[in-house]
């Protein structure tokens, strides 16, 4: 079984900057894409970020981009969102996602972990 574990969330202030990191069980070619979801309630779940399995791509959010990086170490089975910029509409619980390739990130199909909260105050 799957499991990934996501770990950084935390309070911060405006301007300020966190990393996540998700830690992956195991390696399967159904986990070679992995990324980054978010929901702040009562909206829907969205698309953050998602790193293919060599890193040689890369896609994100609109709302992200230019503020958050995302990488891997597949040494360590590790994805992780450096977060710049933080402003308070990114509140949220942050979600580790995987699947087969980044366009198929994001579907109950998919691998989850159990999230992690990330509130940013003005």
């Known amino acids: 079984q799957v499991q990934l574990v996501e770990s950084g969330g935390g309070l911060v202030q405006a301007g300020g900057s966190l990393n996540l990191s998700c830690a992956l069980s195991?390696?399967?070619?159904?986990?070679?894409?992995m990324g980054w979801f978010r929901q702040a309630p009562p909206k829907e779940r969205e698309f953050v970020a998602g790193?293919?399995?060599?890193?040689?791509?890369?896609a994100y959010a609109d709302s992200v981009k230019g503020r958050f990086t995302i990488s891997r170490d597949n040494a360590k089975n590790t994805i992780y969102l450096q977060m710049n910029n933080l402003k308070p509409e990114d509140t949220a619980i942050y979600y580790c996602?995987?699947?087969?390739?980044?366009?198929?990130?994001?579907?109950?199909?998919?691998?989850w972990g159990q999230g992690t909260q990330v509130i940013v105050s003005s």
């Open positions: 996602n995987a699947d087969t390739r980044i366009s198929s990130l994001g579907t109950d199909f998919s691998y």
């Open positions: 195991a390696r399967t070619p159904r986990s070679d894409a």
């Open positions: 790193i293919s399995l060599t890193a040689e791509r890369t």
